[in-house]
């Protein structure tokens, strides 16, 4: 093992590997190696100049047992920034520590004496770099030790039920509903991003962790130390970028279903809430108001004079967002100029498909800068210069027909390499242009990677099932991608697929949902209602008006009673107006999500790293979800200090966990009072 210093970083050089340790920023290290004798040059999320720090790069000789009683002396590095350090040994291996107490270390179990474990015999090494036959690129597999105490969140998005998740396997590849960026908050006190787009997996396991890269050219990762998870996070968007300042005309209610399918439709909606009194922010135009997917414009036929309507909208205060999808049918008049440029996925064998919803289909490579050009300047003339105010970039993971992701190759490399970028780079297709104007973008979209929070994406969690299950699930979801940085996020109220409309367990289900939804960074309506007895505007088999619809999906569409509850709530989340206000402002000044975990405001509560089915709203409400069917009071754990129970007023101290009512007219809330 050599060492060098280089500018501050730390250099390793072993057994064709180089390793370099660098300061990035306060209290935090990026950690690089390769076996192809140089870096790449990519940031990947690291996208933000690190602030420059004072470090200090140095070597030690230290004793080294070599067995039968001898010692030898050995040269090992250490590496430090503020509260963090690394030491590397003579072999390799690092090791992290914080205020000088170890908190992660790799992984080793060869037979040299480093380390006095049982296993040595095993030949496990710390970094296994494997070629990729015919290729430039390897498989890249990291290990860590595991420490049964510690806890972990973030990471995303994933529909398995877990809040902490130590102990869980997660794929790194994005699907529908499935989210992974790959940050993790520990409850050692240190975050670390694997700043890596490639598909692989990660393993939280009692035994090890272990991150698997299936195909890169380098190792690339961020460790950050703070007292606070608050801190973590402050740390990591200062490297990664933050949210921008949420517009405050959008902090109200979004409409949707699944499918406006007409302008009279829209029109009627909107003019409906009008009559009503409900102010409705933002009304979303769904698929296939197009021709043919592809096509991106709007179906003649049944929108024949789309910028009246925006017009109409806009004079009463709503904005438009119309639903964009990445598939290219062939049938679409951009399919062939696209596919002849070289703009769409290539497949690696087989027919040249990517997607088959509906049309035999290839999707976009947002990866290729002439493709966003060419999206853009479509989506351009065809929404934007109507007055379009935003757009829902739906299946953006891509939703691939298949997820054989080995299969797939775009302009900057195989899928498997780079897959899990493609939402971001898909976002900025229409970021990078609609910032141009020097107005908030707010785009909505269903997947996300590090560092998409700087891009104007509201994240939404997918075509997830209408149960009380799922909606438990979406709690601890949008938990997590606030520990990874996202902080707007959402969900379908109600779920997105749902039977019967009529059936009385799912309009419960709805209401807990927007109770809960209301609570939460945005507030919007969608859902794929059933029953499936409205007929198609006509028999054509392209075109706007031949898919089905749903039910309707207004705040009256579900009885008087639900009706009269949903605009209470209504009433709620716009006379938080101010709160929520303030609540974007310390997303886009320190990373904050809106909705918290326990833990994130109350760190030194051990109870609060335990608790998944209640939150914080900011640093105000703790909100107490009502997760069953049929439930209508539940326990709720109050921290140290007194809270004020917003549907009484009665005043309780914390400490200790108390019951409440929950009529389904209430979701249990409490304000914080000291």
């Known amino acids: 093992m050599r060492f060098e210093k280089d500018n501050g970083a730390l250099v390793c050089y072993n057994n064709g590997e180089m390793l370099r340790i660098e300061a990035w920023g306060k209290d935090s290290f990026r950690v690089r190696s390769t076996m192809l004798g140089k870096f790449t040059g990519n940031d990947w999320a690291l996208t933000e100049a690190p602030v420059k720090t004072e470090t200090e790069v140095k070597t030690e000789i230290i004793d080294h047992w070599v067995g039968n009683g001898d010692i030898d002396k050995r040269e090992i590095a250490v590496i430090t920034n503020g509260k963090i350090k690394a030491v590397v040994n003579f072999v390799g291996i690092i090791s992290f520590y914080k205020d000088e107490k170890l908190i992660l270390r790799e992984y080793f179990r060869m037979y040299d004496g480093t380390l006095s474990k049982s296993s040595r015999c095993l030949k496990v090494i710390n970094r296994e770099w494997k070629g990729i036959f015919g290729g430039t690129e390897y498989s890249l597999n990291v290990k860590f030790e595991s420490n049964p105490t510690e806890k972990i969140f973030g990471m995303g998005q994933y529909q398995d039920g877990c809040l902490d998740l130590k102990g869980c396997g997660l794929e790194l590849a994005q699907r529908n509903s499935q989210i992974s960026v790959p940050f993790a908050v520990s409850s050692l006190g240190y975050g670390f991003l694997w700043n890596d787009p490639a598909v692989g997996r990660v393993t939280f396991g009692k035994n090890y962790t272990e991150w698997i890269a299936r195909s890169t050219r380098e190792m690339d990762y961020y460790i950050t130390v703070a007292d606070t998870p608050k801190g973590i996070i402050e740390n990591y968007t200062a490297a990664t970028g933050r949210a921008d300042m949420f517009p405050e005309d959008l902090m109200g209610l979004w409409q949707c279903k699944l499918r406006y399918r007409t302008q009279d439709e829209v029109l ?207 709690l601890k979801c949008g938990l997590n991608m606030g520990l990874a940085g996202i902080p707007w996020w959402t969900t379908d109220v109600g779920g997105f697929m749902t039977d019967d409309v009529n059936d009385p367990n799912f309009r419960q289900l709805l209401i807990r949902w927007y109770q809960f939804a209301v609570y939460s960074a945005v507030l919007r309506m969608h859902g794929d209602r059933g029953p499936y007895n409205i007929p198609p505007l006509d028999d054509r088999d392209w075109g706007g008006g031949y898919l089905h619809t749903g039910q309707p999906n207004e705040l009256w569409s579900y009885g008087e009673e639900n009706y009269k509850i949903m605009k209470h709530y209504y009433d709620i989340r716009i006379g938080m107006h101010d709160y929520i206000k303030k609540l974007y402002e310390q997303a886009h000044t320190d990373g904050s999500p809106l909705i918290r975990t326990m833990f994130y405001e109350f760190p030194d509560d051990p109870k609060c790293w335990e608790l998944e089915d209640q939150y914080m709203f900011g640093d105000k409400y703790l909100a107490a979800p009502i997760l069953r069917l049929d439930q209508f009071e539940r326990e709720v754990y109050l921290p140290a200090g007194k809270w004020a129970l917003t549907s009484t007023g009665e005043i309780y101290e914390g400490g200790r966990t108390v019951k409440v009512d929950a009529p389904i007219e209430y979701m249990p809330v409490f304000e914080r009072k000291q």
């Open 268 to 474: 009627s909606v909107a003019r409906k809430y009008k009559e009503e009194g409900i102010k409705i922010d933002q009304i979303v135009i769904d698929f296939f108001h197009w021709t043919v997917q592809g096509d991106w414009k709007f179906d003649k036929k049944y929108w024949p004079d789309p910028k009246a309507m925006v017009d109409e909208l806009h004079s009463m205060g709503i904005k438009v967002i119309v639903s964009v999808w990445p598939s290219v049918d062939r049938k679409s008049e951009n399919f062939y100029p696209m596919m002849e440029k070289g703009l769409l996925i290539r497949t690696e064998r087989g027919a040249q498909q990517t997607y088959d919803y509906q049309g035999d289909c290839v999707e976009i490579d947002p990866f290729n800068p002439e493709t966003r050009k060419y999206v853009w300047e479509v989506c351009k003339k065809n929404y934007y210069d109507l007055g379009i105010d935003a757009f829902w970039l739906d299946n953006s993971e891509p939703d691939y027909g298949v997820y054989d992701f080995e299969n797939y190759r775009y302009a900057a490399g195989p899928a498997l390499e780079v897959s899990n970028m493609y939402p971001q780079m898909y976002s900025r297709v229409f970021y990078d242009e609609m910032k141009k104007d020097g107005k908030p973008v707010v785009n909505l979209l269903r997947c996300a990677w590090a560092g998409s929070q700087k891009y104007g994406n509201v994240v939404w969690s997918g075509d997830v099932p209408s149960t009380f299950e799922a909606l438990a699930d979406q």
